[in-house]
Structures are given as structure tokens and as C-alpha cells.
């Protein structure tokens, strides 16, 4: 229980400040300090896609119709319980996934920039991404350095972006630090606000700093690691050295966080690319979302590791039984 404990400590740090501060200081969006208030649990859950489907290709915008169909499919759907896939033994059922019942602005993708709503991979990195879909169906796994990070419960990377299930973050502040702890792996970044220099170690989520531009917190990620080499969930989130990302959190009412960022890579792709994604304290009829936020227990010394290397010897052998009956 690790991560309530931190949520509850951090809750309590900021509720201590806020005492501390005379209360006419204080409005619905401003911090007793004078900073914007973040602070809550947020989600992203939405119907729309990260990118835009080929269907909708060089229309920005669903029509009424198009998106009350996909709206009101959503809605019928949603715990509908999906067939197991041949050779598979079972997945989470349909009450664990939070894809969202609506879309953003009738928007065909979150990808604002480029105007393709595609993301701009290099052609090596386009090809290593389709790759890479094709082996995860696959199913093949020589150890444990083949599975990805986020199927060993470590980390999907950043930037704080997760669709399907687990989509909650929790920011808490002070005056001279912002934190968001992520409903999913654990991960929780400490933003340290100001002018303060990055630092000379390279980190899987980046070396972080935060800066206020008026009302919009910036969030600045540099000096990643070479994460080349290994497998990530999303190709466009695996790091490498010329990694640079930029986040920008904007209050925008009391239950409306407006979070963008833009994700510049060379080694990845040919120009940078920019997402807008609303986020909300209200989960569609169930309300404002309240806290604690629980532990996401899932780590990387559970069964599932073994499991998945076992399988694929499993397979393994039997294809090499098969290939000696061919014979």
C-alpha cells in the first residue's frame, strides 16, 4: 500500500499549507500562495483515439451523427463481455477497462499537430512499430528482456497519457514543488518549480522541471535514457538520449484540467507532434472523483513474467515437434 501512503502524506502536506495561509487568500482556483490549483484526481478517459483512424483520414471532426453512433455504441457495449481469442487463456473482463463513453469536441484524434492526427514517425521507426504489433501478437518471448515495460509492471514512460484502464492521477502542490502520482505502475513524478538547472543523470521518465507561464504550469522532461534497445508498450514512448518532452497544465473550471504536450525526437520522428486532452473530475454519472487513489498492484515479481516465458518455451516446443512430424 505504498502509494496511498504517499497520496495521504502529500495530502496532508498540502492541507497543512493551505492552514497556514489566511483564509481570504484563498478562491476556488488559486492555492493560498497564489499559484493556480491543480490539485484533485483527474482522468482522461475518452472515447477518442490518440491517433486518427484511417477512416476518418483528413476529417478533423465527426459529424453529430457519426459521433452520437459511436457515443451511444460505447454506451451499449460497455460491460459487454468479449470473446476469448483462440490460444488465449483469458484477459481482464469488461468491469476492470474505463475507456470513456464520450469524445473530445467531436475531435477524430487527440493529436492536434501534425494536421494528419498521425504521429510522425521516421520510416525505420514506422516500420519498426509495426514490427514490433505484429511480435507482441506473436506471443514470442526468448526472456525477460522481450517483454515489454509496462507488461513487467514497471513503467509505460511518460507523458502522462494512458487510455483503456487505471486513467487517474493525483496532483498535489506546494509552493515550490507539484506532484502527480499515476494511478498506473506507480509512477510519481516530483516537479521541483523554478529556475533550478536539470541535473546530469539520465532517467526512464527524464529528468523533470517545472515552470509557471501565467496560469499554465510547464512541464519540462530532458535527459532520458537510451531505451532503444528494449521493448516499450508504445513505440513512441520508448526513450532515447535526444528525448525531449514539454506538458502544459492549464486550469480551465472547477472540474476541467486541460493537459497538452508536445514530444520532440529525432531518432524517432520527423518533426515534433502536440496532443490536447481534457482532463475531468467527473467520471460521467458517478460524480466528482474523490480520493484515496489505491494501489495499482501490479509488480514485476508476480506470475505473469513466468508465465509468459513459459508459454513461449511451451510453444516453442511444440512447433519444434511439429517441424520433426513434417520431416
Known amino acids: 500500500m505504498e502509494r496511498r501512503t504517499f497520496a495521504t502524506v502529500a495530502a496532508a502536506t498540502a492541507f497543512v499549507l493551505l492552514a497556514a495561509f489566511p483564509a481570504a487568500a484563498q478562491d476556488t482556483l488559486r492555492t493560498p500562495w497564489g499559484d493556480p490549483d491543480l490539485q484533485g484526481i483527474w482522468t482522461g478517459s475518452t472515447l477518442t483515439p490518440l491517433e486518427r483512424p484511417d477512416r476518418f483520414a483528413g476529417q478533423e471532426l465527426l459529424t453529430d451523427e457519426q459521433a452520437a453512433e459511436l457515443e451511444l455504441r460505447a454506451d ?8 476469448v481469442r483462440e490460444g488465449d487463456p483469458g484477459t481482464y473482463n469488461q468491469i476492470w477497462f474505463d475507456p470513456g463513453t464520450r469524445l473530445v469536441d467531436r475531435r477524430t484524434a487527440l493529436i492536434t499537430d501534425p494536421a494528419d492526427g498521425r504521429i510522425p514517425y521516421t520510416p525505420e521507426m514506422a516500420e519498426r512499430s509495426r514490427l514490433q504489433a505484429i511480435y507482441r501478437v506473436s506471443g514470442q518471448r526468448n526472456s525477460w528482456v522481450d517483454v515489454d515495460t509496462g507488461e513487467r509492471c514497471m513503467t509505460d514512460g511518460v507523458p502522462m ?80 538520449h535526444t528525448m525531449h518532452l514539454v506538458e502544459r497544465f492549464t486550469r480551465v473550471d472547477e472540474s476541467t484540467l486541460m493537459y497538452e504536450f508536445t514530444l520532440t525526437d529525432p531518432a524517432k520522428f520527423t518533426s515534433p507532434w502536440s496532443v490536447r486532452l481534457p482532463l475531468t473530475t467527473n467520471q460521467a454519472s458517478r460524480g466528482v472523483t474523490e480520493g484515496p487513489l489505491y494501489e495499482y498492484a501490479c509488480h514485476e515479481g508476480n506470475y505473469s513474467l513466468a508465465n509468459v516465458l513459459s508459454g513461449a518455451r511451451a510453444e516453442d516446443r511444440a512447433a519444434a515437434e511439429d517441424g520433426g512430424e513434417q520431416q
Open 161 to 240: 497519457f494512458w487510455l483503456g484502464y487505471n486513467p487517474n492521477h493525483q496532483i498535489v502542490q506546494t509552493p515550490d514543488h507539484v506532484v502527480i502520482l499515476h494511478e498506473m505502475f506507480g509512477d510519481r513524478r516530483i516537479i521541483p518549480l523554478g529556475d533550478t538547472p536539470h541535473g546530469t543523470v539520465r532517467q526512464w521518465n527524464g529528468d523533470i522541471r517545472g515552470h509557471w507561464e501565467g496560469d499554465t504550469l510547464v512541464v519540462e522532461s530532458t535527459r532520458f535514457v537510451d531505451g532503444m534497445a528494449d521493448r516499450w508498450a508504445q513505440t513512441w514512448r520508448m526513450p532515447t
Open 76 to 83: 451499449a457495449t460497455r460491460f459487454v463481455e468479449r470473446e
